[in-house]
């Protein structure tokens, strides 16, 4: 089920362009308009469920299966060094967008993606 007004719904379904990587027909598979890293991207499925709890099982095994497979493509592309899988439910925990989606980001060693410091 699409919901209206839900923005990942509509990049997920082809409504509103976004740089794909991977499509099929239960998911599209984007570049995330915010990179916390080079290559950072999305996996949307392409029906409505807001996060984890709601994704049925074999969508939420299919999705990580995507992730392994997306995450070696990146390696072969970008030669990184490694990934993080992450996925956020809720505000408390940084979620934005309440259309599930897991985050694939490439990591090289030394390259201070998520590290702050105290300025001065
Ligand atoms: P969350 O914080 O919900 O886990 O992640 C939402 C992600 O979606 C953020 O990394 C943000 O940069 C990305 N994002 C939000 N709106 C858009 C959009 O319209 N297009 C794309 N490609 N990414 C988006
Ligand atoms: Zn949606």
New binding site residues.
């Given amino acids: 089920m699409k919901m209206k007004d839900c ?1 990942f719904c509509k ?1 997920a379904n082809g409504e509103i362009p ?1 740089a794909t990587l991977y499509e099929d027909q239960d998911f599209r598979v ?5 990179p916390a890293s080079k290559g950072h991207a ?1 996996i949307l499925p392409k029906a409505h469920f807001e996060n984890l709890y709601e994704l049925p099982d074999d969508l939420a095994g299919k999705a990580l299966i995507l992730a392994k497979e997306v995450t070696k493509k990146m390696k072969k592309v970008l030669n990184c060094d490694g990934y993080n899988v992450v996925q ?1 439910n809720g505000t408390a925990a ?4 309440f259309h599930f ?1 897991m ?1 694939l980001i490439p990591r090289n060693e030394n390259d201070g993606v998520g590290i702050t410091w105290e300025p001065g």
Avoid: R
């Fill in positions: 923005i990049i976004a984007i570049l995330d308009l915010g999305l956020n940084g979620q934005t967008v989606h985050h």
